[in-house]
């Protein structure tokens, strides 16, 4: 199959040109300025934008084991409407991925089934409880990309520095979920003022730091590469700053939420804006922002945490952690930091492509001939409304449900394939 797509705006090494390009098989074969054939399908691009397939280092996919939530095929139908077509699928399913058969199963139904391309994160320990090394080894020669017990931290100091010197001898970056538990207690929302008003336990920014510190002196110790998952604090970020300026090799992602909410949108207690890390006070929103933009911050990452509604809908405190997050990534990001002049378009677009493919060493996040043709078509002009009938995750648990959000994915194509295209019916 052959598509031509003309007269896009093609962004390339930060430059936006009005191209054609053309796709034949599974990848880019020509860009040019004019390009005439007679046997492709064309679309009319005049007016729009394409991107590199965006690439989410950070989602949830709940297969196996709670596919009431999401699965595979609904996850990565998702992703792919939110321009995704690259997803790095955390293992805190059921059973936990750390084994290579677990690392099989995700990888044949997202081969079969999927929207989008699923790279495995197996678990850090077995069984991700904190207490004995899992098989990286294996995992790796099934292809794993990385190793992480998100959604848990290792608390035992010792463990953790035996896990970064084995992942450090296979070369497996190690993802770490910043949460020292005794800190964090039973906090519902970051502690400080909206906490107290609220009469909502706190968690203390403390939580994420000292686990952050503990982990840059463990991976300098072992020669680990680490990457630190959803950073959310002014300390956070300072102690990454540290540890780069010592040329250690550290990474940090952050969620389009903590760049874009504080926590002053948990007063009217929606459930919706309940996640780990939670949302912090506004001065760590803009910390977190001007390191985006400064470089300080690598990419960006959705950390998509599906739940049902019987599941959120519940007082505040008994309500699970998480957002979903694979179809407002972009747009939210565009309206509110982008459109306000926060942040060029640029940084945004390699924050979600190329800086996010670098960490992990996956292919894709740029346009160029005789690659994969991994592309994101969207319609900067438009405006997409979010609601429960046209999500396309099985989980609705969005702080910006029913709310209309500047831009429109018009097309998704993955490895030359079309995976998701608008209906315009919302």
């Given at each position: ?121 197996g678990?850090?320990?077995k ?10 080894a ?5 292809g794993?990309?990385?190793?992480s017990?998100?959604g ?86 300072e102690l ?187």
């Amino acid at each position: 199959m052959q598509y031509l797509i003309k007269n896009a705006m093609v962004y390339m090494d930060k430059e936006l040109t009005k191209l054609d390009v053309l796709i034949k098989g599974k990848k880019i074969k020509r860009i040019e300025k004019e390009i005439d054939t007679s046997d492709a399908t064309v679309i009319d691009a005049e007016g729009m934008h394409l991107f590199p397939g965006f690439i989410d280092l950070h989602a949830h996919l709940r297969d196996p084991g709670n596919t009431y939530k999401e699965d595979i095929v609904s996850g990565t139908k998702s992703a792919a409407r939110g321009g995704f077509t690259s997803v790095c699928a955390m293992p805190n399913t059921d059973p936990i991925t750390d084994n290579i058969a677990s690392v099989e199963y995700m990888q044949l139904r997202a081969k079969e089934h999927g929207h989008a391309k699923v790279y495995v994160i197996g678990a850090l320990t077995k069984q991700s409880k904190g207490e004995e090394i899992s098989e990286m080894a294996t995992m790796k020669s099934g292809g794993i990309v990385g190793v992480s017990d998100d959604g848990w931290c290792v608390q035992d100091a010792r463990l953790m520095l035996s896990c970064l010197r084995y992942a450090a001898n296979f070369d497996i970056p190690v993802i770490v979920h910043p949460e020292d538990y005794a800190l964090a207690g039973k906090g519902q929302i970051n502690s400080g003022r909206i906490a107290t008003k609220l009469g909502l336990s706190g968690i203390t920014p403390l939580a994420e730091e000292v686990i952050i510190a503990r982990d840059i002196m463990l991976a300098e110790s072992a020669g680990a590469r680490l990457h630190i998952a959803h950073i959310s604090t002014v300390g956070a970020l300072e102690l990454v700053r540290n540890a780069k300026t010592k040329g250690l090799p550290i990474t940090c992602e952050v969620t389009p939420h903590h760049l874009v909410l504080n926590d002053e949108a948990c007063l009217d207690f929606d459930t919706n804006t309940k996640m780990k890390p939670p949302l912090r006070s506004e001065r760590d929103r803009l910390a977190c922002v001007q390191a985006l933009k400064s470089g300080l911050i690598d990419c960006v990452a959705t950390d998509h945490a599906p739940h049902a509604d019987f599941e959120k809908e519940r007082e505040f405190d008994q309500a699970p952690f998480g957002i979903i997050g694979f179809e407002t990534a972009f747009g939210i990001l565009y309206e509110s930091l982008v459109l306000s002049g926060e942040i060029p378009l640029s940084t945004l677009v390699d924050s979600l492509t190329k800086n996010a493919a670098r960490i992990l060493r996956l292919p894709g996040g740029e346009i160029k001939t005789g690659v994969a043709a991994d592309l994101t078509l969207i319609d900067l002009n438009a405006t997409t409304t979010h609601t429960k009938d046209n999500i396309l995750s099985k989980s609705k648990n969005s702080p910006w449900l029913n709310k209309t959000i500047a831009s429109r994915v018009k097309y998704t194509f993955m490895n030359g394939k079309i995976t998701y295209q608008d209906s315009e019916d919302d």
